[in-house]
């Protein structure tokens, strides 16, 4: 990429001297020459085919843009995921979902650094609570400077720069750069996830009572439970745990609760013949243990992350 960037930026470099030189000439003013406002394109997180793992990024990272130009970022992925920058002096706050400041839009589509700006939810389709995601986001920058912004579901893991330069200064990169590296940085936390995925589904043997809760990284997320079929006997127990902090998942059986009843435990999971049973928001070191009481398949899902795909089941033998 950098072989071709540095003659193409040369070239703009001349265009735009001859830009310069030809009003003059004609005895216009120089304002008549003033570059037209870009928009660029940024996505916001990627995913497989069938949303299994998700990549917490940007993509790409970093924009280099003019003064006057816009930003339009698009929903890459059902995780959902914000398009935040923060006034000056605050810290990034812990994601909230029933803070609206957080959830939905904050501030004009104008950006010049001095305001708390926010995207709200930004997926391709709703999740959990959040049942009308935006599509995508638009922000004009109108002053020149290095702006950081943050997801604020995925905190410090997902932030991005937008380095916005004085009007007509020539762009380092094109919008088929961006998409190429916004790609390839997709690619690489893809694959990242697919291959974390398939180490866990090799240290899970095929039957027996430990379910791993899905899997996080540093910029991706696996929405399964590991394994998806599990197989035990009456009497014996399904361990569902989370190896660490990261997406907030549920193990649920029967009847979804509402929200926010759902992110609680409910029912009794020391003696499980089926029915309503609600593991609420597990917590890394504390599995959900379940007894099973009674023969059958027991189908169960992810509340919050079902219509990913995230669902399992345990066949009970007698
Ligand atoms: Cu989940």
């Not at 001349?14 to 570059?35: D, E, I, K, R």
């Not at 959990?128 to 109108?142: E, I, R, V, W």
């Not at 937008?162 to 390839?184: F, M, W």
Request: aromatic share 10%; hydrophobic share 40%; net charge neutral.
């Amino acid at each position: 990429m950098h072989v071709n960037v540095i003659p193409r930026r040369l070239a703009l470099l001349m265009a735009g001297l001859v830009a310069l030189a030809l009003p003059v000439a004609f005895g216009q003013s120089a304002t008549a020459s003033t570059p037209s406002p870009v928009t660029w394109h940024v996505r916001v997180g990627t995913e497989t085919p069938d949303m299994a793992v998700s990549a917490m990024s940007f993509l790409p990272r970093q924009v280099w843009i003019n003064r006057g130009d816009t930003v339009h970022w698009t929903a890459g992925s059902a995780e959902p995921h914000t398009v935040t920058f923060l006034a000056p002096g605050t810290t990034l706050p812990d994601f909230n979902p029933f803070d609206t400041t957080q959830t939905t839009a904050q501030g004009t589509h104008r950006y010049d650094g001095t305001a708390y700006t926010n995207s709200g939810i930004i997926a391709t389709q709703p999740i959990f609570t959040f049942t009308k995601p935006a599509a995508s986001y638009d922000l004009k920058f109108t002053k020149t400077g290095n702006f950081t912004y943050y997801c604020l579901l995925h905190g410090v893991m997902m932030k991005g720069v937008v380095h916005v330069r004085a009007a007509g200064t020539a762009y380092p990169y094109t919008q088929a750069d961006y998409n190429q590296v916004g790609h390839q940085q997709g690619q690489v936390l893809l694959a990242r996830g697919m291959r974390a995925w398939q180490e866990a589904k090799e240290a899970h043997p095929a039957t027996g009572g430990a379910v791993q809760v899905g899997i996080d990284g540093m910029g991706f997320s696996v929405m399964r439970f590991i394994r998806t079929h599990a197989t035990v006997h009456v009497g014996q127990s399904v361990s569902f745990a989370v190896a660490g902090p990261g997406a907030p998942h549920t193990v649920t059986f029967g009847q979804e609760p509402p929200i926010p009843a759902v992110l609680m435990p409910s029912g009794d999971p020391t003696h499980y013949a089926g029915g309503d049973l609600n593991s609420g928001v597990i917590a890394p070191g504390t599995p959900f243990v379940v007894t099973f009481t009674k023969a059958g398949k027991f189908s169960y899902i992810c509340a919050i992350h079902d219509g990913m795909g995230m669902v399992g089941d345990v066949t009970v033998l007698p």
